[in-house]
């Protein structure tokens, strides 16, 4: 059973140009967070979604970066216009069950770093 | 609003020696609280996971402890070894966070052979 998979592993853009982050869970798997993680700094949330449905966007900035998980296919973070400052790792996670079980542990993916020139 | 603060940032021991990684959090209303392990440029291997009703859990030569009252989890790393060189995370699953966890900043660990 194969982990978390994201690509690209490290991606280079130019200011004001599009980034798109992929996040393949782990089979079986319906429930996806992305996080991000700013140098010198912690994971931060940024979003929860279910196929086809944002759960909990509460962590995502309010401008430019929009994420989805369709019915087929990968998850994807999309970022808008880039700026230095989103120049960070970015995590993808993913669980089988809908939050809320002590047990539950969340999986996550190598991250893609996106480096912002 | 949930807070992790994890003391000290970083953390440099000769091998052999025992490791002590502390953890704070401000809201004792969560589900678990969960160790990481994060090596340079890769992502996060879990290593522990305490489910609120627990106090410790243990695997192998690591021992977490959960003290909800207090709002601390504590990390014990026994006869540390050279690869157990890494950042370690706590994160925290609040009832009301709706499967969202909260991180601390991490302790970075240099195990010296």
Redesign the interface.
Same mark, same amino acid.
Not at chain 2, 41 to 46: A, D
Not at chain 2, 97 to 106: P, T, Y
């Given at each position: 059973n194969a982990g978390v998979m994201q690509n690209p592993r490290h991606l280079v853009r130019r200011r004001g140009q599009e980034a798109r982050l992929r996040c393949s869970p782990m089979k079986g798997h319906s429930h996806v967070y992305w996080y991000r993680q700013l140098p010198e700094e912690g994971l931060k949330f940024m979003v929860y979604l279910q196929k086809e449905n944002i759960i909990d966007e509460s962590g995502m900035p309010k401008e430019r970066f929009s994420a989805e998980f369709p019915k087929e296919g990968p998850s994807i973070l999309r970022i808008q216009q880039v700026v230095r400052g989103d120049s960070a790792a970015y995590f993808c996670a993913s669980s089988p069950h809908q939050p809320g079980r002590p047990q539950e542990t969340q999986y996550f993916g190598p991250g893609t770093r996106l480096l912002v020139l | 609003k949930q807070e992790?603060t994890?003391i000290p940032a970083a953390l440099s021991v000769p091998e052999g020696e025992n490791l002590v990684l502390n953890c704070s959090f401000t809201d004792s209303a969560i589900?678990?609280l969960?160790w990481?392990r994060q090596d340079p440029?890769?992502?996060?291997? =879990?290593l522990l996971?305490i @489910?609120?009703?627990q106090r410790e859990q243990t695997s192998g030569r690591l021992n977490a402890s959960l003290d909800k009252s207090s709002g601390r989890s504590t990390l014990y790393i026994a006869a540390s070894q050279p690869g157990d060189s890494a950042t370690y995370?706590c994160?925290a699953?609040t009832?009301d =966070?709706?499967?969202?966890? @909260?991180?601390?900043?991490?302790t970075q660990v240099v195990v010296t052979p």
């Open positions: - | 992790v994890q589900y678990n969960q990481f440029g890769k992502g996060l291997t =879990s996971l @489910q609120s009703s995370l994160a699953m009832t =966070s709706w499967g969202k966890l @909260q991180f601390g900043a991490g």
